[in-house]
C-alpha cells in the first residue's frame, strides 16, 4: 500500500498568513493527488485534485503544486473560516490512502 | 440539488450485520465510480471500498474483504455497504463519496458496533 505521510501534524498561524502543508507519498503517484478540508462534526469537503486543480467555488486562496511524490497545499492568506483539519488522499493505485491529517488554528 | 444521503446506521452488536444505503441526487449516478470512506471517532479518514459505474468491479481495503460488500442499484441512484461480522474496530462514521478523487461527500451516518 501507498503511505502518505503529512506535515506539520498541526500549526497555528495568525490571518494573513502564508500556509503550507506538505503531503509525501511513499512511491510516485504522478498527479493523482487530492486535497479535503474537514471542519469538527462535519463532512470532509474537496479543495483541489490532480494535485494543482481547483474544485468549483474553492476560494482562490487555496492551491495545490506538486507531482511524483512530493506535493504541498498552500492558503495564500490564512482567513479565520480556514480553520480546519486538511488531508491529502492518493487514488493512483488501489487501496486508496489519506494522509494523516493536519490541523489549523488561527491564533 | 447535486447530494449524497446516507441512511442505514446505528448500534449493532459485535458478530452483527447492517446495511448502509446512499441515495444519490441531481447527478447521473450510473457515470460515476463510487466508493466508501470511514472515520472513527477522533480519527482520520481511511478508504474502504469502492465500484464501478457499472457495478462490474469492486475494491476493498484489507481489513474488511470477505466481511463488507459494496453495490449499487442504478435504476435506484443508490450505493449500498451491507457490513457483516462487525467488529468493534469497524465503528465510525461512514461517508459516500463520487469519483475517484472524491469530489462530493454525504453528511455520513454513524455505525456502533459494541456489546
Known amino acids: 500500500d501507498i503511505q502518505m505521510t503529512q506535515s506539520p501534524s498541526s500549526l497555528s498561524a495568525s490571518v494573513g498568513d502564508r500556509v503550507t502543508i506538505t503531503c509525501r507519498a511513499s512511491q510516485g503517484i504522478s498527479t493523482s493527488l487530492a486535497w479535503f478540508q474537514q471542519k469538527p462534526g462535519k463532512a470532509p469537503k474537496s479543495l483541489i485534485f490532480a494535485a494543482s486543480s481547483l474544485q468549483s467555488g474553492v476560494p482562490s486562496r487555496f492551491s495545490g503544486s506538486g507531482s511524483g511524490t512530493d506535493f504541498t497545499l498552500t492558503i495564500s492568506s490564512l482567513q479565520p473560516d480556514d480553520s480546519a483539519t486538511y488531508y491529502c488522499q492518493q487514488y493512483y493505485t488501489d487501496p486508496n490512502t489519506f494522509g494523516g491529517g493536519s490541523k489549523v488554528e488561527i491564533k | 440539488e447535486v447530494q449524497l444521503v446516507e441512511s442505514g446506521g446505528g448500534l449493532v452488536q459485535p458478530g452483527e450485520s447492517l446495511r448502509l444505503s446512499c441515495a444519490a441526487s441531481g447527478f447521473t449516478f450510473s457515470n460515476y465510480w463510487m466508493n466508501w470512506v470511514r472515520q472513527a471517532p477522533g480519527k482520520g479518514l481511511e478508504w474502504v471500498a469502492k465500484i464501478r459505474p457499472d457495478g462490474s468491479e469492486t475494491w476493498y481495503m484489507d481489513s474488511v474483504k470477505g466481511r463488507f460488500t459494496i453495490s449499487r442499484d442504478n435504476a435506484k441512484n443508490s450505493l449500498y455497504l451491507q457490513m457483516n461480522i462487525l467488529r468493534a474496530e469497524d465503528t465510525a462514521v461512514y461517508y459516500c463519496?463520487?469519483?475517484?478523487?472524491?469530489?462530493?461527500w454525504g453528511r455520513g451516518i454513524l455505525v456502533t458496533v459494541s456489546s
Open positions: 463519496a463520487r469519483r475517484g478523487y472524491l469530489d462530493l
